[in-house]
């Protein structure tokens, strides 16, 4: 099992981040599709942390990876107290309202991409889990 | 990696081709070439995703934006996509049903 911490020190990191996560997804044999779904989705927890859950006085936000063959976890995590959002899609059919929701769409995403999302909030910060299966449940 | 936005005329048409990574870093300097493009008086615009390799929700808001922006001059707004892992992030968040996306330029401009 690969496990690496690392810290977001702005958003010009993640790119380097996600070169890293891909990677230790592509060394346990992930393919591209999967690899991407994950990405994305830590890629919007990241930057949630970095642009809603970092004031200039908190320490800054980290990601912890773990992946071995069957399974990529990741755990983002900020230390502030502001309220993390958890905006979703209300309604999918109604096209004015989905243009008016830009930038809206990172929790669909994280939902849509990932077998399992968790939001933890606490007095500390918010630590979003993000889970993919490797491989299919059958093969375990 | 850098983010590459080329300009080019097809027609009546200004097709924005984009390369590289889209994300909350990269993004504002696409949202800066869509804005210029409306502000010099370009209101149908096709941009061409078939060169990125990376998109999250901040460039999806990006995309949302100028569409707005040229709707309100009764223009519009294409995207030309074909990569399926792009598509699959336009499908989860329900914007296919919001973007005409096409599997070529020519598709897009004749559209």
């Known amino acids: 099992m690969t496990v690496r911490r690392h810290p977001l020190a702005d958003r010009a990191s993640l790119s380097g981040v996600r070169k890293k996560i891909r990677a230790d997804l592509s060394k346990a044999g992930a393919d591209a599709s999967l690899s991407f779904d994950c990405l994305v989705a830590v890629t919007e927890a990241c930057t949630n942390a970095l642009v809603h859950g970092h004031r200039t006085e908190d320490p800054p936000p980290e990601i912890l990876w773990e992946i071995d063959g069957h399974s990529a976890r990741f755990y983002v995590q900020d230390y502030s107290t502001q309220e993390w959002s958890k905006t979703s899609h209300p309604s999918r059919d109604a096209e004015a309202e989905l243009e008016e929701r830009i930038g809206g769409f990172g929790l669909d995403l994280m939902r849509g991409l990932m077998d399992e999302v968790d939001i933890q909030i606490g007095p500390d910060g918010t630590t979003v889990c993000l889970v993919k299966q490797l491989v299919e449940a059958e093969a375990i | ?111």
């Not at chain 2, 060169?51 to 929700?57: C, I």
């Not at chain 2, 990569?83 to 599997?103: C, E, N, R, S, Y």
């Open chain 2, 1 to 111: 990696m850098e983010l590459g936005i080329d300009v080019s005329k097809v027609d009546s048409h200004a097709v924005v081709s984009v390369s590289g990574e889209i994300d909350v870093y990269t993004a504002p300097k696409l949202r800066e070439k869509l804005i210029e493009l409306v502000s010099e008086g370009t209101y149908d615009v096709i941009v061409d995703l078939e060169k990125v390799d990376f998109l999250d929700s901040t460039g999806l808001g990006v995309l949302v934006g100028a569409l707005k922006r040229v709707k309100a001059h009764d223009g519009s707004l294409a995207l030309v996509c074909t990569q399926d892992k792009i598509l699959k992030i336009f499908k989860i968040t329900g914007l296919t049903k919001v973007f005409p996306i096409h599997a070529s330029v020519d598709a897009a401009a004749g559209s």
